[in-house]
């Protein structure tokens, strides 16, 4: 039973990591971006303070909603990972990594066999704006610093990539 487990895993981590080799890194361009308040979406941290995507308005946001559940977020999440290290000294920049199907139980546990110390949140369906509506996992959205919408990735892409991070600091990015 042991072995089948083990296999089992090995077997998901393979999977993974070929998802994973698979990811592109997103081209951020500066561009028209979309007004504020179409944006703007309540989410809980795992300790369950509440919060709103405005409350962040005069930094970069980049919020991601993902699932413990979706293969192709979990893959990208090591991605994640790495740009969130690289950026995290940066006070002009904040992660909204939001799940909106897991328990913060079930996220902790997940971060902390993976890992990760990104700042994990949770959002309800009914939280989210309609104009942030997606039907594909993961969905990452970038948000200027006056509230706007800057970019938009749908699906997995390799968040890791300098040409990321650079874009994320550019004045452009204001």
């Not at 994973?20 to 941290?45: C, G, N, V, W």
């Not at 409350?55 to 970069?60: D, L, M, S």
């Not at 995290?88 to 971060?111: E, G, H, K, M, Q």
């Not at 959002?123 to 996992?137: G, H, K, L, T």
Request: aromatic content about 10%; glycine content about 6%.
């Amino acid at each position: 039973m042991v072995l089948l487990a083990a296999l089992g895993f090995l077997m998901v981590r393979t999977l993974e990591m070929k998802i994973a080799e698979s990811f592109k890194a997103p081209q951020i361009a500066e561009r028209e971006t979309r007004p504020a308040a179409d944006y703007d979406f309540r989410y809980e941290t795992l300790d369950g303070q509440t919060h709103r995507l405005s409350e962040q308005r005069g930094k970069v946001v980049f919020a991601n909603f993902w699932g413990t559940w979706c293969i192709r977020c979990v893959a990208g999440m090591p991605t994640i990972q790495k740009l969130y290290d690289t950026l995290i000294n940066d006070p002009a920049v904040v992660f909204v990594v939001a799940s909106r199907l897991d328990t913060p139980a079930t996220i902790r546990l997940y971060a902390k066999y993976g890992h990760y110390n990104l700042p994990f949140d949770t959002i309800e369906v009914s939280d989210i704006p309609a104009a942030m509506q997606f039907n594909q996992y993961p969905t990452t959205f970038i948000s200027a610093k006056d509230g706007s919408l800057a970019e938009t990735q749908v699906g997995g892409a390799d968040w890791a990539a300098p040409s990321v991070s650079e874009a994320i600091r550019q004045p452009g990015a204001e």
